[in-house]
């Protein structure tokens, strides 16, 4: 169950990183929206969505591995499907890879690991306690 929420970023991130950048006559909503986005705000979304995206793989690790180790590991998979995703839509029509990129979702995977060492720990506790019976 809680692999779900990485899951749902794996494939958010994937869709947002190869939709056409055309906005075309016959586009759909979503690739005018990310036509039209502001540079800056993809910028931001990068590092927001890659902080999020390497909590969410720390969790998913399971907490038989050391918050060190999960922290690690979380980090070189948001860090290499970040890079994936970048070198992936240099064939995407109206797309290209950005090295700026590669390091802005770097940073916001150094920010998602920083953030589960401050309180990855009290996240695992609530995950695991047990739903209190109601009544």
Request: proline letters at 5%; zero cysteines.
């Amino acid at each position: 169950m809680h692999h779900l929420p990485t899951l749902a970023l794996l494939f958010a991130i994937s869709v947002l990183s190869l939709t056409p950048d055309s906005a075309a006559p016959g586009d759909s909503a979503f690739e005018w929206l990310v036509h039209f986005t502001p540079t800056v705000a993809q910028k931001l979304l990068h590092v927001a969505v890659y902080a999020t995206f390497t909590m969410a793989l720390w969790v998913s690790l399971g907490s038989h591995r050391s918050t060190k180790a999960r922290s690690w590991l979380a980090l070189a998979i948001a860090v290499g499907f970040g890079a994936l995703m970048e070198w992936l839509q240099t064939a995407v029509p109206g797309r290209f890879g950005s090295i700026v990129d590669v390091l802005l979702n770097g940073v916001g995977a150094l920010l998602g690991v920083a953030v589960v060492w401050r309180f990855g720990d009290t996240w695992l506790r609530r995950l695991r306690k047990p739903a209190k019976p109601s009544g």
